[in-house]
C-alpha cells in the first residue's frame, strides 16, 4: 500500500535553532497538506499546495515558518528560529484529489527545548 | 466560522459491546465525511467516508450520515482493545480549497 514518506521522525531541537521537515507524498497525489498537532487537538492546517502552487498559507507563522515544494512532488517546512511553543507532531498529508480522505504520513515529533 | 463538534470523552465501552462515536457540524455545504482513528503518538489513519445519508459499512465499523440533523456517527461493533484510540471526525469545506474541518476528537476505551 502506497505511503507518505516523512522524515525525521523525532526532532529534539534548542530553542532559537532551526529545524527542517521532510515530506514525500503518495506518487500522483497533487494535494499536499502540513497540519501541527498538539496533545488533545486536532490537526491544524499549516499550509496546503496544489502541485508547486501555495493553495493556503494562512495559517502559517510567516515570521518563523516557510514551506516550499519546489518541483510539486516532496516538500519541505522549516523553522527558523525554533520557539518553545513549536513543540508539537508536525503532519504531513496528501490527497489524490479534492473531496477525497487524506493519507497521512508517520509525523514528526518535535521538541523544543 | 464552520465548526466540527466531538466529545472529547473518555467514552468506556466493554470489550464485545457496540461503540457509538458522534460529531455534529456547522457547514450546510458539506457533503464529505471522514472518520480518522488515532493511536497516542501516531499519525491519524483514515477508516471511513461517507458522501451521503444513511449508513456505510465496512467490517465491524459503520458510519451514519445525517444532512438535515448534521450530525455523522461511527459505529463500532464487538469493539475489542485494540479499537482503544482517539477518533477525529473532518468535514470537508466546500468553500475553503476543500479542506478538512476537523474534530478535536474522541477518546474511545475499550474495558477487557
Known amino acids: 500500500e502506497a505511503e507518505v514518506a516523512q522524515s525525521p521522525r523525532y526532532k529534539i531541537t534548542e530553542k532559537s535553532q532551526a529545524v527542517a521537515f521532510w515530506c514525500d507524498p503518495i506518487s500522483g497525489h497533487a494535494t499536499l497538506y502540513w497540519y501541527r498537532q498538539i496533545l488533545g487537538q486536532g490537526p491544524e492546517l499549516l499550509v496546503q499546495f496544489q502541485d508547486e502552487s501555495v493553495v493556503d498559507d494562512s495559517q502559517l507563522p510567516k515570521d518563523r515558518f516557510s514551506a516550499e515544494r519546489l518541483k510539486g512532488v516532496d516538500s519541505t517546512l522549516k523553522i527558523q528560529p525554533a520557539e518553545l511553543g513549536d513543540s508539537a507532531m508536525y503532519l504531513c498529508a496528501s490527497s489524490r484529489a479534492a473531496n477525497y480522505g487524506y493519507t497521512f504520513g508517520s509525523g514528526t515529533r518535535l521538541t523544543v527545548v | 466560522q464552520k465548526e466540527v463538534e466531538q466529545n472529547s470523552g473518555p467514552l468506556s465501552v466493554p470489550e464485545g459491546a457496540i461503540a457509538s462515536l458522534n460529531c455534529t457540524y456547522s457547514?450546510?455545504?458539506?457533503?464529505?465525511f471522514f472518520w480518522y482513528r488515532q493511536y497516542s503518538g501516531k499519525s491519524p489513519e483514515l477508516i471511513m467516508s461517507?458522501?451521503s445519508n444513511g449508513d456505510k459499512e465496512d467490517g465491524r465499523f459503520t458510519a451514519q450520515l445525517n444532512k438535515a440533523s448534521q450530525y455523522v456517527s461511527l459505529l463500532i461493533r464487538d469493539s475489542q482493545p485494540s479499537d482503544s484510540a482517539t477518533y477525529l471526525c473532518?468535514?470537508?469545506?466546500?468553500?475553503?480549497?476543500?479542506?478538512?474541518?476537523w474534530g478535536a476528537g474522541t477518546k474511545l476505551i475499550i474495558k477487557p
Open positions: 461517507i458522501y
Open positions: 457547514d450546510r455545504g458539506s457533503q464529505s
Open positions: 473532518a468535514g470537508v469545506s466546500m468553500d475553503s480549497n476543500y479542506q478538512l474541518i
